[in-house]
């Protein structure tokens, strides 16, 4: 049928006129969730207990599970209204049903009624597939591609955009954002998905354990600033300050400091300072930077991430304990 972006389904949700069936694809699985979630939207609250159904598809892994799939989807989406011009069926993991193994004849027959139900689908009833990547060259997929509206996820177009990503993938780690938080994240990392998602996982390692984030958290993470003490971090973990070392190490980063250098000053503190403060700590201190190291190495993940994981585990590992010598700096 059509090729849609997320905020064009969103005004089409907003304006109640729903497509009958929407495949929403692609690896950003926290945009998928988001938007599969506003469909329900489309059905007044009083009665989505009744007419919105949500469907689990997991692993198929024979025949038998499949025809199960099938025969509980066709009879959600045949299922008619109740006391409502409209039904919202939302299908998770649905690549497992549209992609599945032909072993029996009655898998190919499931894959037929599955075929026909996206040939007819219904008009009372506006079915939203979530799935993984698809074979453009399947059979199901060109299907699809003429009787569903394609929505690929984790495509920005605006700062709007952005901002509503960043506050879906924030409520995905159980918390939430200010909106002019999120705003802010927007308007610094733009449409860029890549740098928007490490920007967010540094703001929820930095608030670590908070129940909301504020437009000051935040700015501590992207705003503007310039780095005064080339030990702050180390001392601050030290002290057991998470928060200030994750600050500080984000400064040093953005002032250029390589992954390395960062990771040099951190083995000194746990080779010096750990021995003295926290004997106990040292051995497990010195396995979280061996495994940063060979993460680094064989770039196993984005070096920010790896750099602030290792400082949230080392804080914990120092927290509470007075610091001897004067704290960490070095001369």
């Known amino acids: 049928m059509a090729v849609a972006t997320p905020a064009a389904v969103r005004k089409q949700i907003q304006s109640g006129n729903a497509d009958p069936i929407y495949l929403l694809q692609g690896e950003d699985e926290v945009e998928k969730s988001g938007l599969a979630h506003e469909f329900e939207e489309l059905v007044e609250e009083g009665l989505r207990a009744f007419n919105v159904e949500r469907i689990h598809v997991g692993d198929i892994t024979n025949g038998d599970k ?43 027959r499931a894959i037929e009624d599955l075929e026909n139900l996206l040939k007819n689908p219904d008009p009372q009833t506006t079915l939203v597939l979530v799935a993984g990547t698809l074979d453009k060259r399947s059979r199901i997929y060109k299907l699809l591609a003429k009787q569903a509206t394609l929505v690929e996820c984790g495509v920005l177009e ?22 002019a938080g999120a705003r802010l994240m927007a308007e610094r990392g733009g449409t860029d998905v890549k740098r928007l998602r490490n920007d967010v996982d540094r703001l929820l390692l930095y608030a670590l354990g908070q129940t909301s984030i504020t437009l000051d958290d935040v700015r501590e993470i992207v ?37 390395e250098q960062v990771l040099g000053q951190l083995g000194w503190l746990v080779r ?35 750099l602030e994981r290792l400082v949230v585990e080392l804080c914990a590992r120092g927290a509470g304990r007075p610091s001897q010598g004067g704290g960490a700096r070095r001369y």
Do not use: C, H, Y
């Not at 199960?68 to 939302?90: D, H, K």
């Not at 605006?158 to 909106?179: C, E, F, H, L």
């Not at 750990?274 to 010195?286: D, G, I, K, W, Y």
């Open 223 to 259: 705003g503007p600033a310039s780095l005064q003490d080339d030990w702050a971090m180390a001392n601050a973990i030290e002290a057991g300050d998470g928060k200030t070392a994750l600050r500080q190490l984000a400064l040093m980063l953005d002032a250029g400091a390589a992954p």
């Open 66 to 108: 499949l025809v199960a799939a099938v025969s509980s989807l066709v009879a959600a989406v045949r299922t008619l209204p109740m006391m409502a011009p409209r039904r919202v069926v939302i299908v998770l993991q649905a690549q497992s049903m549209l992609v599945p193994k032909r072993e029996s004849d009655a898998a190919t």
């Open 272 to 306: 010096t300072k750990f021995p003295l403060q926290v004997p106990t700590m040292v051995r497990p201190a010195v396995q979280a930077l061996f495994r940063t190291d060979l993460d680094l190495k064989r770039s196993a993940g984005e070096p920010r991430v790896l």
């Open 158 to 179: 605006s700062v709007d955009d952005a901002a509503r990503w960043v506050a879906n993938r924030v409520a995905g780690a159980a918390t939430k954002i200010d909106p």
